[in-house]
């Protein structure tokens, strides 16, 4: 893929040599993003950050990505697109929105909504959650945080065995994460769910059919006993017509540090799309993993930004010139405090 | 006027020098508008934009042209005002809120509301629509996107033939069009609309006492055939007590290609003030019409961010100024792909 | 108090020593805030301004702040934390959320969840108001006030008399100025209030016991006839379980010319935590008061963007650089005009 220009629907518009040179960018934007150094190449652009959906974290890293970079962020969020009520098509709405900015990141709760917008789109447009379709930077950065986390561990990709649980049929991330990672070699897949809740057969075949294995199971402890990495996922109670059926699956492919301990190999990898939901009855993941240094939640949402960042600097063709427009930090870095 | 330091609440502060003054500092501001060249001469500055009432559209593109001059934006919008529902004064409100930033942008449901704001504002403000009564950079984007059509047709905005369709009784923005173009010479203003949403007498009276020439009727086809510029106007449902009323008018004064073939001469201007409804039983312009290069629906929202831009320039002094702090625009320009 | 990477979460954390070094720090700040100057220290920085529950001035007062230290500021506002709906911990949200920043703020509506808040976050957090608990940075802006308006009398904060008025068992502000005070010598503290809604038995023996003399009374008249600062707070109808006993003590503490100039000393100073409410019936500081120059209220809203940008500055350890990354204003400054 030319990145210079392009619009970011869909995982699909991925190869291997694609994730590859997004992933070579953004570690050259973590010290950024770290503050150690600051750049302010994109000075003077401005991102048009046009949330029709709410979603405070994605689009708090999407604007922060520019600012790291140097830009300005106008934006809109959910309840306001009054325009919309007052039947404008997507496409107009695009035609004028894309002349305030250089670069579009839009949430939108219809699926297929956001390459329509893009269509007519003056801008290029990021894709950053159209409804049950696409939401391909959460992807990237799921597969960017799997290659950082086996890094550390000596191994590559190749040969990754992954286990993921929960939700597999309405969550919109392990079907995108999943094509991304059909595009590696000699993966062992498990996935874990309850019958009505399992990966969609599309999903399971694309994988069957590039060579890797794939294990289908209930089974939670099992499951986990032989693998790289666990990726757990929250199970959307909105995603269900009736409410009282949710509740049946809460907590049933919950993980502690007990389990945690008794069946999965030393320095097994915890990863999970947050939010993760902490009430007393419906733990995901239990806070007792908090001290665990495997689990990778939070280093996930902190790659989020540098792969939005590298985003940026690929399609407006500036990742050369980052670090030619960077100094010193002047101020106080809390992270030399913590890291 | 003076520009300078100038609140901007009402079309009636404009003469012809006064427009000719914006319009030219807004042709210096085009490179800007089009990232063929950045300024930073704001830098530093703040634009308070403060929206008591949701408008995506206007709202990013009073906050981008302020970025596009290098300045920052703080902004508000809609249900949040919750100091006025504590009883607060709208004086209170300025006085406080002129503290925070060098200019203010502001939008409310009520008449009036934006000049008695601006009456105890320490900093100036611009009237981005008080509900029925003004929306002045609304009709200066439109004024000068009539000029710029007729210019490239070689023709000056004296001696214009314009057609006015729809809503005219309660559409703020024709009422403040006709006000500006009232200040030119020898135009023919063709008046199109239902009776009970005909133009209000006192417009048309004050530009038969500036000696132009005026026809009201209800012919849609007949009113379109030999004009420079046919200017559309939606139906707006919310003014109507009874919606089902609304449905009467909806579609009667509607323009497609066919009709256009039909009726204009060649290269006859279509205008609207966006948004336009696209449902299927209520186009006002259709679709069929968006690969007509006459239609300038999206050049007016284009010029609407360069007119703000000079406003910015003009009320804060560094009209002058803008080019001695500008460089070049370092990333991808996606409009050197279109245009 | 070290402030260099500081959480600022509570008024309890300052001794006399730190309000000196915040103050004297925001005397420096003043030709910023007042545009004489512009400083960029903070270039490249970002704020995280984090309002899970809507408060317009506070939020543009700490946005504003940011902006006029150079830095770039990225929100949140009310309704859309979808994410706390989903079950998610405070610690978590901490977690994700100072990824994007170098500095958060935050409101929130329940008393404790910044601190819990800030436990968790990588970055400095100041405490923007949570629920009935603190608001910090306002009380001591009034501090900082009451510091500023005695100057100009010749008179320090030691030996000061003061009066306050109005419901003063809800008050945060109240409470948390009274808390500063105390740090101070030989005050006089007139409470003045309905029984109902008298000061906490906490706060007056607090005075008592760092040596201050206390008047509880019920009478206006007398107590503001000879105190230096009448300080004026509003009666919050939400604080009541049943609206109509708000109604009862509505107007029975008010304030105006006339009451004024019949029972204060000349130059008593009139505060008040804004926002005032100017309905006819319900007025606490009526409008005749804003020509008296002893007026201070939109002075402390003044004050309070001072008083945020030396928090900034001495929290992120730049409050020595700020004038060496300086430069002149560029436009049109409006303060010039009315200053």
Redesign the interface.
Known sequence: MNF??AHILSIEQFDRDDTEKLFRTADRMEPYAQ?RR?????????L?NMFFE????TR??F??AF??L?G???E????????LV????LR??A???S????LICMRHPQAGSVAEFASAS???VINGGDGSNEHPSQALLDLYTIEKELQARGRPIDGLRIAMIGDLRYGRTVHSLITLLALYRNLKVVLVSPPELKMPEKYVEALRTAGHQVLVTENLEESISSVDIVYST?IQEERFQDRSQADLYRGRFRLNQAIYTRHCEPNTVIMHP??????AE?NELD?DLDSNPNLAI?RQ??NG?IVRMALFAL????DQ?VDQ?S?D???????A??L
């Open positions: 210079t220009g503050r600051v750049t302010r190449v994109l000075e003077g652009a401005i048009g709410p979603s405070t974290r708090i890293s604007g922060s600012n790291l140097g300005e962020v106008r809109s969020v959910g309840a306001e697109s009054s325009s007052k039947g404008e098509s107009d709405t035609r004028v929105l002349g305030y900015s250089d003056r801008v290029p929250r947050l939010p993760r939901d902490s009430r419906a806070a939070f949402t902190d930004l399609i407006l063709d500036v010139l427009y100094g930090v002047r101020w106080f870095n809390p992270r405090r913590v």
